[in-house]
């Protein structure tokens, strides 16, 4: 299992630019990089996942390194709404996936 | 109804009863999840279905029993619980069990207050 590393808390203001990395040194060649967002009482939800350089949805950008040892996940111009926790997972291969302690990201008005 | 559906979404029971949660699936997916969420802490896995083949069992006590019918049911049958088991129960569902391939749709969970 590729153990993946990320800060416990941030916060940022409104209409600011998050980026929240996170650090995944024994990842494996066959790993993607998946992001879920986490609002309180709710189920996690589907962001993004990459497996190299950049991808883009209409909700954030993912940043891969080429040694793929950290990725770094951008959220452009957030708004209270984006106050969640975002977990960052690269499940090996076949594995369940496994969610961590996750970053908790507050917007300040 | 679309995505991952779960009912109830709060229950409170006493130590001795039994009760069940339900999941229901509208994704035509063949995987599905049983998590648990406790206060402050990480979801953890409790029992994955393929197929209605359970693949996973993550020593869970046996007084929760899960159930699988069929590919869109899945359902968490609790007894004689106890106050530590109170948390969110999450279910999802994927179209495989490939964690790194498969995005997990999730539901909104059950509330579940142990008394």
């Known amino acids: 299992l590729a153990k993946t590393t990320q800060p416990i808390s941030m916060d940022s203001y409104e209409g600011q630019e998050v980026n929240i990395t996170c650090s995944h040194n024994?990842?494996?060649?066959?790993?993607?990089i998946t992001w879920y967002q986490q609002f309180p009482s709710q189920g996690p939800r589907f962001i993004i996942q990459?497996?190299?350089t950049k991808v883009t949805n209409e909700v954030a950008s993912l940043f891969i390194p080429a040694d793929r040892k950290s990725s770094t996940l951008s959220l452009p111009r957030v708004s209270l709404s984006d106050t969640a926790v975002y977990y960052c997972?690269?499940?090996?291969?076949?594995?369940?996936?496994?969610f961590g302690t996750g970053t908790r990201l507050t917007i300040i008005p | 109804e679309t995505g991952v559906t779960q009912t109830p979404r709060h229950l409170v029971m006493g130590m001795t009863n039994k009760k069940s949660l339900k999941c229901e699936q509208h994704?035509?997916?063949?995987?599905m999840y049983w998590y648990k969420q406790s206060a402050k802490k990480p979801l953890e896995l409790m029992f994955v279905?393929?197929?209605?083949?359970?693949?996973e069992n993550n020593s869970v006590p046996s007084r929760f029993s899960p159930e699988c019918p069929n590919s869109s049911h899945l359902f968490l049958h609790l007894h004689t619980l106890q106050p530590e088991d109170s948390a969110l129960y999450l279910c999802?569902?994927?179209?495989?069990?490939?964690?790194?391939?498969?995005?997990?749709?999730f539901g909104p969970g059950t509330r579940l207050t142990v008394t």
């Open positions: 024994n990842i494996a060649t066959n790993d993607y």
């Open positions: 279905y393929s197929l209605e083949e359970r693949v």
């Open positions: 997972l690269a499940p090996f291969g076949n594995e369940k996936l496994t």
């Open positions: 999802a569902s994927s179209q495989g069990t490939s964690g790194g391939t498969y995005e997990q749709y």
């Open positions: 990459g497996y190299k």
């Open positions: 994704l035509g997916h063949n995987a």
